[in-house]
């Protein structure tokens, strides 16, 4: 018999229609063919009506052609694939149907202040703009009465939303607005992150909501609630913010109050896993649990439903994160396989848990988080089975096995996580290899230490101080070793945009190198695969070549449009209009882009221009030569000593490019023509887009471009081909770009002079 099958055996007397032989892993394949189910419906436009009959139909040939052998079977078995692909399809279409609903979007679309009524759909939670809860609309009001409404939103709230727990009933005013759209080259699309939540809205108040206090205090999310603020209590009590926070997103997967520099430390070491509950999490809880029982010698059915119960708690305790339920669900399917002497295959049960997960909640199979989640586990199961029976002699010896082992599990994780990494964030962590042998001990040391000390509370607040002594020093190595690892060279590759074909020669290289056992059968069409990959690799380097220009790109921020300034190397970059180093922005602005367009993971020099004086910025931006600067300063009335930027222009040999970063610097014709004298020749003019007719028109009367940049949001510009015709007629000479509401510009220097190329579809081009 095939190491792939196993032999299935049967009570019945007649096992003439009993298939001889079936998959190993058959809850792994439904897995498979559920999620490549989900895939197909959500990219068809195909209602959910159809793949319901097809996965009824296919269910039915199934089980009439059971008993049936040859061609029969194969049928039978085909059937089943396509019914659970016509399933995962039928789950995805009937949870996307008839979203958004049309009255969502019209009140989405009006921008106005609206009266709602509504319930809680979520647990509240904090974040650094805020407070966030997910709400389930019920109806609005207005003039002509109480209109109902169906959809779900996340409510934004600048006051505390601590006290509303998960059922509740509110009443408040607020503003919808539709989330943003990629607004940027390489950005995060907020709308799609959301849609995959099932949210389709958001809404903005900023006066105190009333509530009824409806929810259910037996409801799991509500059980939960007073554990998790006595954890957070607890922990704040007794360690230094910033160790309190590591601990916090050590045990619950809780990072909101974490410091940005230790997020990014993790992040960049490839370890940011540790900061998402998982696996080690899960069995750590139930060890505690479970442990204690044994020594009171508890029967097996009370101590296993007890495990469980904690388990189910456990997960809503963490918020259900894809990581956590999968875990769960693994141990889950273990305790009970044990309970009823039927041992579980741990790699079946990660298939296992996977079709409940898509069954229940099908869109998140679109989410990073379950992505890598199962990328990692599976390639960790899979490797160590392969591993384990080569391993003899000595390495049996404890230590030896164990660090191999780590080893193998790290590689296999890192490899299994990079392309989905590279696929959602354009980046792999290889530092990875190496920084979890180091950190994920010692997390899980502190981990250990962190649940000790949260029982210590429980018993005397002096045993608790002492545990807390010992617990802060080891958080503190963690958080360093981190930041070592994030920074040692080539820490973070960049890989943006991986082409698809690129990831499935990778994935067939994977599947063949994971068979050596069967010797030297797998090595033809590993070479094959592997100059395969090695071609499309050539290809697309020889027909996409990595162009190293200087560059101005403007970027999309929102309130503040920033302007980036890169250096041909792609390694300097500047900052034009920066408020302050704000993490959100860079993490999920600039840093995207400058992955998508500069290749490179993140600028190694920083230079915001707002926040240095002028001679250092003139000494500091003349680095290599590329580039020269002009600075344009006016001292602002009523602050004396604070100068302010109204405009930078960026020389290179005969053309320069003048940005205007304020529009109230159009008001002055003195200052237009103290601009306008640094571009004698005729130069590029990009101008903020919330500026008004007249104030373009006095700009473009003082400078006399030969082009016309529009960034950044705009008041007027509802409808940019209408503005846009407006100027083309009003100055035929002049060209005009623009990008309505959203996106960026980038104006590259070329040994022939400036090239305005668009980075969105939807960009209205100008004559060039």
């Not at 009959?53 to 008993?67: E, T």
């Not at 603020?229 to 607890?234: E, G, K, V, Y």
């Not at 449009?561 to 993490?587: C, E, F, N, Y």
């Not at 996106?743 to 969105?760: D, K, N, Q």
Request: with cysteine.
């Amino acid at each position: 018999m095939d190491d792939g099958e196993v032999a299935l055996s049967s009570t019945s007397a007649d096992r003439s229609w009993v298939p001889v032989a079936g998959p190993r892993y058959p809850a792994l394949i439904l897995a498979v063919l559920l999620a490549l189910g989900i895939v197909v419906g959500d990219t068809s436009d195909v209602s959910a009506a159809p793949w319901a009959i097809i996965a009824i139909s296919g269910s039915v040939i199934s089980l009439l052609l059971c008993r049936s052998r040859g061609a029969g079977r194969l049928l039978a078995l085909a059937a089943i694939a396509f019914a659970m692909i016509a399933l995962g399809a039928y789950r995805i279409s009937s949870v996307n149907a008839d979203r958004p609903s049309p009255e969502l979007t019209d009140l989405c679309a009006s921008h106005k202040s609206t009266e709602l009524f509504a319930r809680i759909g979520g647990v509240p939670y904090q974040r650094t703009s805020g407070w966030r809860a997910p709400l389930d609309l019920i109806a609005t009001t207005s003039t002509a009465g109480h209109s109902p409404i169906r959809g779900r939103v996340l409510l934004l709230s600048d006051s505390s939303l601590q006290h509303l727990q998960y059922g509740d009933h509110v009443r408040l005013v607020g503003r919808f607005r539709a989330p943003t759209t990629r607004r940027n080259p390489g950005g995060f699309d907020y709308a799609e992150y959301l849609f995959r939540q099932g949210i389709d809205g958001t809404v903005t108040s900023s006066e105190e909501l009333a509530h009824w206090s409806t929810g259910s205090r037996l409801a799991p999310e509500n059980l939960v609630r007073p554990l998790r603020q006595w954890i957070r209590t607890t922990l704040t009590a007794h360690l230094p913010a910033e160790s309190g926070a590591l601990l916090l997103g050590l045990l619950l997967g809780d990072t909101d109050r974490l410091p940005d520099r230790v997020a990014r430390a993790f992040r960049e070491s490839g370890t940011s896993h540790l900061l998402a509950v998982s696996g080690a999490n899960v069995w750590l809880v139930v060890g505690m649990i479970l442990w204690p029982m044994y020594a009171l010698s508890v029967p097996r059915w009370p101590r296993t439903l007890i495990a469980l119960i904690i388990i189910v708690l456990f997960s809503f305790l963490t918020r259900n994160e894809p990581s956590v339920v999968r875990a769960s669900l693994m141990v889950g399917l273990i305790l009970l396989g044990r309970l009823v002497w039927r041992p579980a295959s741990p790699i079946n049960a990660v298939g296992a848990a996977a079709v409940i997960i898509l069954l229940f909640a099908p869109a998140h199979l679109f989410r990073p988080g379950f992505q890598l989640s199962f990328a990692a586990v599976l390639a960790i199961l899979i490797v160590a089975r392969r591993i384990d029976p080569h391993i003899r002699g000595w390495w049996r010896r404890k230590i030896p096995y164990a660090v191999t082992m780590f080893f193998a599990s790290s590689i296999a994780a890192t490899l299994a996580t990079g392309p989905i990494s590279a696929a959602n964030f354009g980046t792999i962590p290889v530092a990875g290899l190496l920084a979890n042998i180091v950190l994920v001990p010692l997390a899980g040391l502190a981990a250990h230490l962190g649940m000790l000390l949260l029982a210590a509370q429980l018993i005397s607040q002096s045993l608790a101080r002492w545990i807390a002594f010992v617990t802060g020093p080891v958080l503190d190595g963690a958080a360093r070793t981190a930041d070592m690892f994030s920074r040692v060279p080539g820490a973070v590759v960049s890989w943006p945009d991986p082409s698809p074909i690129t990831l499935a020669l990778l994935l067939g290289l994977c599947v063949l190198a994971l068979s050596w056992r069967h010797r030297y059968r797998w090595f033809r069409p590993a070479t094959y695969v592997a100059v395969g990959l090695a071609l499309t690799v050539a290809i697309r380097a020889a027909f996409l070549p990595d162009e190293r220009i200087p560059s101005v790109t403007f970027l999309d921020n929102g309130a503040s449009p920033l302007v980036v300034v890169a250096d041909a190397s792609g390694k300097s970059t500047w900052l034009a209009d920066d408020q302050g180093i704000d993490s959100d922005t860079h993490q999920w602005i600039v840093e995207p882009f400058a992955r998508h367009i500069l290749r490179s993971p993140a600028p190694t020099s920083w230079t915001p221009w707002r926040r240095i004086p002028a001679p250092e910025f003139a000494a500091d931006s003349n680095r290599g030569g590329s580039l020269s600067w002009t600075r344009i300063v006016d001292r602002v009335a009523g602050e004396e000593g604070v100068h302010r930027v109204w405009g930078d222009c960026l020389r290179r040999e005969s053309r320069c490019v003048i940005v205007v970063r304020d529009s109230s610097v159009l008001n002055d014709t003195i200052i237009l023509r103290q601009i306008s004298e640094l571009g004698r020749t005729r130069c590029d003019l990009a101008l903020p887009s919330d500026a008004r007719r007249w104030q373009i028109r006095r700009a473009v009367d003082h400078f006399d471009p030969v082009h016309v940049v529009f960034y950044g949001a705009s008041a007027f510009s509802r409808n940019p081909e209408e503005v846009l015709e407006f100027w083309r007629a009003k100055y035929p000479e002049i060209s005009f770009y623009s990008l309505g509401a959203h996106g960026a510009i980038r104006i590259e220097f070329h040994s022939g002079g400036l090239i305005i190329v668009p980075t969105l579809p939807d960009f209205l081009t100008g004559d060039a």
